[in-house]
């Protein structure tokens, strides 16, 4: 389930190159007609980007992430740019590469910023980046030194050498994505799809006759995809934000209810395995130490729990200090080892708090749904009555309680599974 909703974002990625292709067999089969592609496209360019600009500019009070922020700028001011070249300089090759170059130094730039930073640093450090290269952009239009060097870039045998470069670039960007942004709502794929769009118009030259056709539908679509998967970042963020607890980074218990109701898209259909887990002698911790170390021992443990049970399961915030986890397709004799998992991590945990050491243990219930005509509610009452029976038998233990005929319960219930 966690999986499912922080994807990479294949299916965006998917459509950048179907995009391309599509522009490519176009431009390729049609014939000339510069007043669409020489005109049309940059303006279609020019004003998708002052869009990505303000989505990029509103993303923020959403999603609260650096690098859509960043990104949605940049984009804007890759597509003004290249407005302006294409409509009011002539011989702007030299221009072009300059402003390639820019936009694959931007990319790298996005994927090696952190996503979570306050406003007030967002804010500085995208107006530093828009200071430098607009600056930049500007003063290659106005000093001829710049058209000399971009010239460089524009040769036959450097150009070959630079495309080998541009693809390598394109595979480091893929590479990137996936390590470290495989879980960030779908953002890896548009960021590298986005990246696709500006690597084929570098190498647009080598793959087709009409390449500046091609190029102008490029810079016009890249904006307008980058606006498009954005919005769609929004919503799943968004939803995501709505079952989310946010002091313990699962999910919360309206989510848990939705579970329980099976009103989720999770699979409920047996065998669904339950696990409830509670924190011992927890209100101790909290008139010991104060309520901001008992929130701290609460997240650390979640994060344990996250740790050990996902992608397997679902991890929810049940209530206070307790946690509830679903498999679904899993049996009680397949959730016992994960949460003897947990309870061992937990109880070798150690906590710094204000100088002091924190040591806490957990408790755990497990039990499973073995047929339809059983509710949810009951496979959770019986993993809670495994849990209690944990708690009672002298607490830092994880017992099983299974479900099922009446013969079956009394020949198992309430025998523990793993005693410490």
């Known amino acids: 389930m966690r999986s499912r909703r922080t994807r990479w974002g294949s299916v965006i990625f998917l459509l950048s190159p179907l995009y391309i292709t599509g522009v490519y067999v176009l431009v390729n089969r049609s014939q000339p007609a510069h007043s669409i592609y020489g005109l049309i496209f940059p303006i279609l360019c020019g004003f998708f980007s002052l869009i990505a600009f303000f989505t990029g500019h509103f993303s923020y009070p959403r999603v609260h992430n650096l690098k859509v922020y960043v990104i949605g700028y940049l984009t804007g001011l890759s597509g003004v740019a290249y407005l302006v070249c294409s409509l009011f300089c002539e011989k702007s090759s030299h221009r072009l590469a300059w402003l390639h170059f820019c936009i694959f130094f931007n990319f790298l730039l996005v994927f090696m910023m952190p996503s979570y930073v306050k406003y007030r640093t967002t804010r500085r450090i995208t107006l530093g980046i828009l200071l430098i290269e607009g600056s930049l952009l500007i003063a290659v239009n106005i000093f001829p030194v710049f058209g000399k060097w971009g010239e460089i870039f524009t040769f036959n045998d450097f150009y070959h050498y630079a495309a080998w470069g541009t693809i390598l670039w394109m595979l480091v960007i893929f590479l990137l994505s996936v390590s470290f942004l495989k879980n960030e709502f779908y953002l890896g794929g548009l960021l590298c799809g986005c990246a696709l769009f500006y690597l084929v118009s570098w190498l647009s030259p080598l793959i087709v006759v009409r390449f500046e056709d091609l190029r102008h539908a490029l810079f016009a679509g890249a904006p307008a995809y980058l606006v498009g998967g954005i919005i769609v970042h929004w919503i799943?963020?968004?939803?995501?934000?709505?079952?989310?607890?946010?002091?313990?980074?699962?999910?919360?218990?309206s989510f848990c209810g939705r579970i329980l109701?099976?009103?989720?898209?999770?699979?409920?259909?047996?065998p669904f395995g339950v696990?409830?887990?509670?924190?011992?002698?927890?209100?101790?911790?909290?008139?010991?130490?104060g309520h901001q170390a008992g929130d701290r021992v609460l997240f650390a443990i979640a994060q344990v729990v996250q740790r050990e049970a996902v992608p397997e399961g679902?991890?929810?915030r049940y209530g206070g200090e307790e946690i509830a986890v679903f498999f679904p397709g899993k049996q009680t004799k397949q959730i016992l080892p994960i949460m003897e998992r947990v309870r061992s991590e937990v109880a070798r945990m150690k906590l710094k708090h204000r100088g002091k050491t924190l040591s806490v243990t957990v408790s755990c219930g497990v039990a499973h749904r073995r047929n339809t005509s059983q509710r949810l509610s009951e496979v959770v009452e019986a993993a809670d009555k495994a849990l209690y029976a944990a708690k009672n038998n002298g607490r830092n233990q994880v017992h099983a309680r299974y479900t099922g005929s009446r013969k079956e319960t009394r020949r198992q219930q309430g025998s523990p599974i793993f005693r410490h």
């Open 236 to 253: 799943s963020r968004m939803e995501h934000r709505v079952s989310y607890d946010p002091l313990l980074q699962i999910y919360n218990r």
């Open 275 to 289: 696990a409830m887990i509670d924190i011992d002698h927890f209100k101790r911790i909290n008139d010991s130490y």
């Open 314 to 316: 679902v991890v929810c």
């Open 261 to 270: 109701e099976e009103q989720s898209n999770l699979n409920t259909s047996p």
